[in-house]
């Protein structure tokens, strides 16, 4: 699983003129997920995204998770984090878990940051085309990768 995660002020997730999702002070959390992860990557890298200290503590330090802010998420399936551009110009999407696969691991993913935010998490909608509004904090951008655990 790979994921780019962004600490926002705003952000909303908008599918066919409709807002899906709106959240304010939080993390937008990016998901690409490949056919080869599993629960393991689901377990550590919510636990990551969970304990992930990028929020400013009372010296506006980096020192508090979205969990310590009580700060919301929304997480948004996207394939194209696993494109390969090596060849040619048109990105190849092959590393990609195909929807069979992908939409448990999306869902169960989901219920683990649930459980480990000890809140609902908002989302997109896996495979809709949506437009996804954000408003970087800081900027800080965040590229997490289960299988290197960088």
């Known amino acids: 699983m790979r994921v780019v995660i962004q600490r926002v002020s705003k952000a909303s997730v908008t599918i066919n003129g409709n807002v899906k999702s709106e959240i304010d002070k939080g993390l937008l959390v990016l998901l690409g997920i490949e056919e080869e992860d599993s629960?393991?990557?689901i377990e550590w890298l919510s636990g990551k995204i969970s304990r992930l200290r990028i929020f400013g503590d009372e010296n506006e330090t980096m020192n508090s998770s979205v969990k310590d802010i009580k700060?919301?998420?929304i997480v948004v399936s996207q394939f194209t984090l696993h494109a390969n551009?090596?060849?040619?110009n048109r990105p190849s999407f092959i590393?990609?878990?195909k929807p069979e696969i992908a939409v448990p691991l999306y869902e169960e993913f989901i219920v683990q940051l649930e459980k480990d935010l000890s809140k609902k998490i908002q989302t997109g909608e896996f495979g809709a085309m949506m437009q996804v509004e954000l408003i970087n904090d800081g900027p800080v951008t965040i590229i997490i990768d289960s299988k290197r655990r960088e």
Do not use: R
């Open 71 to 73: 700060g919301d998420v």
């Open 39 to 41: 629960q393991l990557d």
């Open 85 to 88: 551009t090596k060849k040619g």
């Open 95 to 97: 590393k990609a878990a």
